[in-house]
């Protein structure tokens, strides 16, 4: 992304903003939810604990769709934490999480941070926050806007007992699913890669450069 794109991105208004989104997510994303395995389900299996990391600026009218959703589709799985970070967020976004999911951060299925520093969203950054934060042996990214579909974390721990835990995991579906940010990684490989690169602008190619750098260290890259 250039610069003068990531300057006209900041001035876009916020309502522009949403209602280009909202268009964009009602009439062009089309979502296909496939049927699982059977054996993700299986007792023979390990069951590594999941972190799926959430990062959010403004976005409490998206968190107010997907999170419920994404808590509800895999709060069965045995293992699990949602990992949400505020960046800065002043459209409500911290009150509207704890009037509606205290409950589920005291049972340790929530885990929220809010930093109030931030004057711009920055992609590698509030991942790595998100990322860094979360204590998961598989790590997952997933965007605000996103849809995991039911049973995720059971589909997720199912393929790293399968395939083993040198794999890195990008679930984009084309045409206009949204997905190309949903990358999974082990958390003791996403340290030592060093996480997202900070030096990038603040959005644009970080996740691509994640996948080709974890290839590059040894990482079986799967798409």
């Known amino acids: 992304m250039s610069r003068l794109t990531v300057q ?24 296909k939810f496939e049927p699982l395995p059977s054996e993700i389900y299986s007792n023979d299996l390990h069951f590594y604990k999941i972190s799926l990391c959430t990062t959010c600026k403004n976005r409490k009218w998206q968190l107010e769709q997907t999170l419920p959703k994404n808590i509800k589709d895999n709060l069965d799985y045995p293992n699990i934490e949602i990992c949400v ?23 340790g299925k929530l885990k929220f941070i809010h930093t ?58 084309a045409p206009y699913w949204g997905t190309e940010g949903r990358i999974s990684i082990a958390r003791k490989h996403f340290l ?16 691509h450069d994640l996948m080709g750098r974890g290839e590059a260290y040894g990482l079986k890259k799967k798409i």
């Not at 001035?11 to 979502?31: A, G, H, M, W």
């Not at 030592?192 to 603040?202: I, K, Q, R, V």
């Open 8 to 31: 006209l991105a900041r001035l876009i208004p916020e309502r522009l903003e949403k209602r280009i989104r909202s268009f964009r997510d009602s009439y062009l994303r089309r979502y």
């Open 85 to 107: 970070i505020d960046y800065n967020s002043n459209d409500g976004l911290y009150e509207y999480i704890k009037e509606n999911f205290s409950d589920y951060i005291k049972r």
């Open 116 to 173: 109030g520093e931030p004057e711009f969203f920055h992609c590698s950054k509030s991942k790595n926050l998100a990322h860094y934060f979360a204590e998961g042996d598989i790590l997952c990214n997933v965007d605000a806007d996103n849809y995991t579909g039911e049973d995720f974390a059971y589909y997720l721990n199912y393929l790293y007992n399968k395939e083993g835990m040198d794999m890195i995991y990008n679930f984009k579906k």
């Open 192 to 207: 030592a890669l060093g996480g997202y690169d900070e030096s990038f602008y603040p959005t644009g190619h970080q996740d």
